[in-house]
């Protein structure tokens, strides 16, 4: 040892500190300088409101937009990317909710922070990356966590697996039915970006509508999943269930957690992470005005059961459609306890073929489907809507205000943007066992396609 100390010229003194290393305290020494790293990056981001270079966002697909990418292999545990956007209060969020235009993109995390709820808007397209992640559930590859710095919170991406170049980033946005999850087991639409460079480049305007919000959140087979969804999107998550909004950590609890001594920084505690962690009111929410304008459809009633699915819904423009997350726990109180005008009743399961074809019928009317292309003549539209207004608005006094609006926006963008809702509507009423069939798929086209020519002229 002596000998050896000698040859390589290491003093006994860096013999000792290499062994010390070496042991459990040692390692952990070497966690904690390296989470002091980590959090140290994540700061100077934070701090000078700029990104990783690392990134670049690219088109995906009509379906699921734009996406974040990663140039350089990213290491586990890594800080990723800041969500980035303006901190307000739930009072605030909720008021801007409704102020939101149709022009406008909502892009609103609602989360626990310091035993409050608050929200970072992130609608304000201001070219940073983290509020263009898309969601995975199944396999993510980074988790949103909250930080403290300089005593307000941020969002932070991290990654927690080690991530190739080229990758999508990736996070789930927590165990809502999310429009979009309806379809992935199926595979209807790849989640590739494009070949095209000039497609991957990222438009500087609004989100690009995806058909997602018209597709329906299936009443799950999975009970514990309807369950969820039917007590206002509580979070029970099968590792950890539901944790109450008071159990979420504090401030204090949030940053001293991150440099818990005993945890390692790529694999932090659940516990730190949002939204899963905060349970229902920690739920990431982009909300649509859209589900305002389908409250003010439905005189704001819906029941508890229906919202989760109502709200995830999208929202149109006259010049551009965009895409929404769905509704938070909060939103949701507001409406959950009123009595639902509106009646949705599933048609029973019936044997394969028998009922659903490619006529498509209407579940509420019961008549067949117009042809696609009618859908897009605004007298037709109408008359469809003016159906399905009868069937779906049981309280008089509602039906006559909306066939009065009705008659008043003669408009086609007014026309689809009610068709939006009542078809929305009438895809919730699919039965789970044929949700990934092809009406839905056909269904989903169907509303990609009619939105696109609306939208950009396009078919
Ligand atoms: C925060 S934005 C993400 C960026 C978005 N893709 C875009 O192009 O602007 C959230 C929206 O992206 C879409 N999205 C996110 N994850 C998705 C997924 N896994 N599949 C399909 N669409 C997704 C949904 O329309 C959602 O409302």
Redesign the pocket.
Known sequence: MANSSTRTGRSAREMKRTFYNNGAHGQLKSMSKRRARLRAEAIHFISSGSDKPCYEVKWIND?????VFACAPIEKGSFVLEYRGELISQYERDKRQGEYTEKQNA?LFDFEWNNGSWCLDASCEDGSLG??????NRSPNCKMRKMTVQCKPDLCLFAIENIQAESEITYNYGESLWP?RALAPSGVIP?HASADPKVNQRSTSS??Q?P??MIPAHTSADPEVNQRSTSSFQQARKTSGTVPSHQCPTAEQTSTDLFEESSDAADYDDADYVPDSCGNSSDAS?ISTASQELKTMKGDSATSSEVPRTLSSSKMSSNRCT???SCSANSLKNTSQQKSSINVTPLPITAKGSKYNKKQFCLYCKRPFLNWQDILNPSTVKSLMLQWLSVLIKDPAKEASCYALLRREETLAIMLKWQAVALERWLLVEDPVLQNNLMTSVTANFAKDCMQETLYGVM
Do not use: E, H
């Not at 379906?63 to 996406?67: D, L, T």
């Open positions: 379906y699921k937009g734009c996406g892009f509020r263009l992640v898309n969601d995975a979009w989640a989100f690009q995806t997602s919000g982009i895409s929404v997350i």
